[in-house]
């Protein structure tokens, strides 16, 4: 397949996330495309034990960590991981190639975080392309990316068929634009009907830019999403 047609398909792929992403602001169970899966979207949290350990002890503990979501990663059950780089209640994300919410707990039920009370885990099924993920390039260096939860807007009125389908395709449009200048890697929606109605991942340096590439989307100007940005890194080569 030449680049032209690899490029043709990955963006069509994008395409189906973002009309996903769309539909899940009404439907909480929009039609899967074809090449896309629900996979098992793991926040971390922070938990409810913040006693202090002493710095080896803390150091052993963040290694293991780190050592069981890389064997997770290469055996392909762990897609994506990484961590947010602010100081809020998330810490962190893991995106698992698994059936459901008790299996991923399960796979990471071992991890010292979780077992300490460290962390724990807020699952939710998201819908996102099935070959999307690599293993990261060696050696393994980090890149920063913006993550973004597309949370449900204020302006919730059933609208005209007519009006949303002008909001969709503008919205589309505008996803696509994002896509070809390299700004969005990857979107998809979550499969469940809460306030929490998709993911981006954009390629940008700072939370302002990411808000400013959510605040050029029609579905945001017409208050039917709003965004929440946040500074994550994983490595780089994962995200292509």
């Known amino acids: 397949m030449d680049i032209l047609a690899l490029m043709r398909n990955k963006l069509l792929l994008i395409l189906s996330l973002a009309t996903l992403a769309f539909q899940a602001i009404a439907a909480p169970t929009p039609k899967m495309p074809h090449g896309m899966a629900t996979h098992q979207f793991v926040m971390l949290r922070a938990g409810k034990n913040s006693t202090t350990l002493a710095e080896e002890a803390q150091a052993k503990?963040?290694?293991?960590?780190?050592?069981?979501?890389?064997?997770?990663?290469?055996?392909?059950v762990n897609l994506l991981f990484g961590p947010f780089l602010d100081d809020g209640d998330l810490r962190g994300i893991v995106v698992l190639d698994l059936p459901d919410a008790d299996v991923a707990r399960r796979?990471?039920?071992?991890?010292?975080?979780?077992?300490?009370?460290?962390?724990?885990?807020?699952v939710k099924p998201w819908l996102c392309e099935t070959n999307h993920?690599?293993?990261?390039?060696t050696p393994q260096t980090p890149e920063q990316?913006?993550?973004?939860?597309?949370?449900?807007?204020?302006?919730?009125?059933q609208l005209a068929a007519e009006e949303s389908q002008k909001i969709q395709t503008g919205h589309l449009a505008y996803m696509e634009g994002l896509h070809k200048k390299g700004k969005l890697p990857i979107a998809g929606p979550f499969g469940e009907n809460s306030d929490w109605r998709g993911?981006?991942?954009?390629?940008v340096g700072t939370v302002a830019e990411a808000k400013e590439l959510a605040a050029g989307d029609p579905a945001v100007k017409a208050g039917r999403l709003v965004i929440d940005a946040r500074p994550w890194m994983t490595f780089k080569g994962i995200l292509n």
């Open 61 to 76: 503990m963040q290694q293991e960590h780190l050592d069981g979501l890389a064997k997770l990663n290469r055996e392909r």
């Open 107 to 122: 796979s990471l039920a071992d991890d010292p975080y979780i077992k300490s009370g460290r962390m724990i885990m807020d």
């Open 133 to 137: 993920f690599f293993l990261p390039e």
């Open 145 to 157: 990316f913006l993550l973004g939860f597309l949370m449900r807007g204020t302006n919730r009125m």
């Open 199 to 203: 993911l981006v991942i954009y390629h």
